[in-house]
């Protein structure tokens, strides 16, 4: 028998097409897992030190746009339930709080973050006056509901990512909300630079949806509803800006992604 890091994660089986030396694709579940996952540790240099070789500038210095995405992803959390009642939301992966933090000026009354790193759950802590359980969520026995539960790019770390998602089923109230985002294959990236992908693909994710193979197994494990959006917009990935049919290609590109979520990142939100 193979090793279990050579399964599928979700359907345990190995009916599977090579994506790379180390990427499958499960013919079955639809979805792509990596063979060679490592779990890396994320403390400070990962928010001071990395980020700013990413994207110019520290996780801490990118608060502006961290925290108006995170109003935007509550805008959609709110279209499923109603944050002017006492909730209560749990962010898995909290980083330094600042969904939280949003959270909290939208009125949600009981938060909690749960982060591996001890910097991030500092700052946290002293900066927003948040709870934050600083550990692991695969190795936390946390026995509490809450109406809302966001991870925010986590899942796809998790080696056991099926576990996850049903402790994350079993922790939410009825009619609770879990949002979440995590990179995606359906999106330009994969199907029309497919070489880069596979070199940048980071060897710390074990999974890769697509919102066709998220929402059948969010629906599987019990979720009523699961809708599907694109997190990035990147038409720039099919079609050079310098093409004169760049501006009648973005048009339509908006609408089909629109319409599909085609994106190399996706946000899902499901309803219990
Ligand atoms: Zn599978």
């Not at 790379?20 to 779990?39: E, G, V």
């Not at 790019?153 to 009619?175: T, W």
């Not at 029309?192 to 999974?207: A, E, G, M, Q």
């Amino acid at each position: 028998m193979k090793p279990e890091s050579q399964m599928c994660p979700f359907c345990g089986k190995n009916e599977e097409k090579k994506i790379s030396s180390t990427l499958r694709f499960c013919k079955k579940c639809k979805i792509i897992f990596n063979t060679n996952h490592k779990s890396l540790s994320y403390d400070r240099d990962y928010f001071i030190k990395e980020y700013k070789e990413q994207y110019g500038k520290t996780y801490i210095e990118d608060y502006g746009n961290i925290y108006n995405l995170s109003l935007l992803r509550l805008e959609r959390i709110s279209q499923f339930i109603d944050l002017s009642y006492r909730l209560s939301l749990l962010d898995i992966g909290s980083a330094t709080g600042f969904f939280l933090k949003a959270a909290k000026d939208k009125g949600v009354e009981t938060l909690l973050g749960i982060e591996i790193s001890s910097f991030a759950a500092n700052y946290c802590r002293d900066n927003f006056n948040i709870n934050v359980i600083e550990a692991s969520f695969e190795d936390l026995d946390l026995h509490k509901r809450f109406d809302i539960i966001t991870s925010w790019f986590f899942i796809e770390h998790c080696a056991d990512p099926l576990n996850v998602l049903k402790r994350i089923y079993s922790m939410l109230n009825q009619g609770g909300v879990f949002a979440f985002s995590v990179p995606s294959f359906f999106g330009p990236m994969f199907y029309f630079d497919r070489v880069k992908w596979i070199v940048t693909h980071p060897s710390d994710h074990r999974i890769d949806l697509s919102p066709r193979s998220a929402k059948r197994i969010l629906k599987s494990i019990g979720f009523r509803k699961v809708e599907v959006i694109k997190s990035g917009y990147h038409p720039e990935r099919v079609l050079s800006k310098s093409s004169i049919f760049y501006k009648p290609f973005e048009l339509f590109y908006k609408k089909f992604t629109d319409k599909t979520a085609f994106s190399d990142t996706i946000e899902i939100y499901a309803v219990k």
